[in-house]
C-alpha cells in the first residue's frame, strides 16, 4: 500500500511562520515603562525628566513628615528617594519612588511601608483628584491610586 504526501511548498511555510511571529511580537512590548492610564495608574515607575525637582519633592515631603507625621509613617519616608508627578489643589499624579525590596535594610511588610508612605502623602498635599503610587527599588508598584 503507497500512500501519496502531499507536500506544503517553503513558501506557504515562511508565510505562517511570519505570521505567528508577527503576531507574538505584538503581544509583547519593548517599552521599559508602562504609560499611565487615565487616572495615572501605571505598573512601572514612569521615567524622571527632572531628577532635581523630584529629589527636592522628596525632601520636602520626608521634611513634613518628620514633623508632621506618625512613627510609622516617619519610618516609612525614610525610604523615600524622589517623588514625580504634577499635583494641584485640584487634581494630579504622584510617583513616588523608594528603596522598598532593596535598600540597606529590609522591609519587614512592603505594602505595609508603602501604604503609609501613601498616606502620609495624602497628608502633605490634599487634591480633589489626586492619586499617589509608591513603587519598590526596581519600579514595580507596590501600592497603586491611592488617593490623596
Same mark, same amino acid.
Given at each position: 500500500m503507497e500512500t501519496s504526501v502531499k507536500r506544503t511548498p517553503h513558501i506557504v511555510t515562511v508565510f505562517a511562520l511570519g505570521a505567528v511571529l508577527a %503576531? &507574538? &511580537? +505584538? &503581544?509583547? *512590548? #519593548?517599552? *521599559? +515603562? $508602562?504609560k499611565p492610564d487615565g487616572i495615572g495608574v501605571a505598573e512601572k515607575l514612569p521615567d524622571d525628566t527632572d531628577k532635581a525637582r523630584s529629589k527636592q519633592n522628596a525632601a520636602d515631603f520626608r521634611s513634613w513628615v518628620e514633623e508632621h507625621g506618625t512613627a510609622e509613617q516617619k519610618t516609612a519616608t525614610t525610604r523615600v528617594d524622589r517623588i514625580l508627578g504634577e499635583w494641584n489643589e485640584q +487634581? %494630579?499624579? $504622584?510617583? /513616588? *519612588? #523608594?528603596? /522598598?525590596? %532593596? %535598600?540597606k535594610t529590609q522591609v519587614a511588610d512592603p505594602e505595609a511601608a508603602a501604604t503609609a508612605i501613601a498616606r502620609a502623602f495624602a497628608s502633605w498635599k490634599d487634591a480633589k483628584e489626586g492619586y499617589a503610587s509608591v513603587y519598590d527599588v526596581y519600579g514595580n508598584a507596590v501600592i497603586t491610586n491611592y488617593k490623596f
Open positions: %503576531g &507574538a &511580537a +505584538t &503581544a509583547c *512590548s #519593548t517599552e *521599559s +515603562t $508602562a +487634581t %494630579g499624579n $504622584a510617583y /513616588i *519612588s #523608594t528603596d /522598598i525590596n %532593596g %535598600g
